[in-house]
């Protein structure tokens, strides 16, 4: 199974250290911004598929539109190396050894939220990535649900 998704909303940092925490990886975090190139992101993936890091690129729609068609090549590239079981790829022209639990996980910022340097994802790169959507959870709404869990008759009350 691949392991590449693409969250909707920008996570925080201490999600990043319990995700390490809990599954025992290896887990690298790189802001992106309009200075990181094509060239930049594919060293980055030579260490992370060498490595078997769990890369997270923060505010990946921050990168510049024309690099982001050459980085979902490079990412179709890892995404069919990873889904195929290939020990071998092929990066900055030179063969790199994978390790196959290596993942790749970005965060996105919405554009219609007054978030400035924004792209839009083209398509060839959206259909590389899971969506998933988050919220606030309801704290209230929870408590009352473990309540009642507990055996308490009026969780509403307390």
């Known amino acids: 199974m691949v392991k590449i998704l693409m969250f909707l909303m920008e996570l925080e940092r201490p999600i990043y250290k319990s995700i390490r925490k809990v599954f025992g990886r290896q887990v690298l975090v790189f802001n992106c911004d309009e200075g990181i190139d094509f060239k930049a992101m594919e060293r980055i993936f030579i260490d992370l598929t060498k490595s078997g890091a769990w890369g997270y690129f923060d505010e990946f ?43 790749i996980y970005v965060t996105m910022n919405p554009d219609s939220k007054g978030y400035g340097g924004r792209s839009k994802l083209h398509d060839n790169l959206k259909i590389l990535f899971r969506p998933v959507a988050m919220s606030v959870p309801d704290n209230l709404q929870i408590t009352q649900t473990l309540l009642y869990a507990e055996g308490f008759k009026n969780g509403e009350i307390l």
């Open 61 to 103: 729609n921050r990168l510049l539109e024309e690099q982001l068609s050459v980085i979902s090549i490079q990412i179709q590239n890892i995404q069919f190396t990873l889904k195929n079981r290939i020990d071998l790829i092929s990066l900055l022209n030179q063969n790199v050894n994978v390790d196959f639990n290596s993942c």
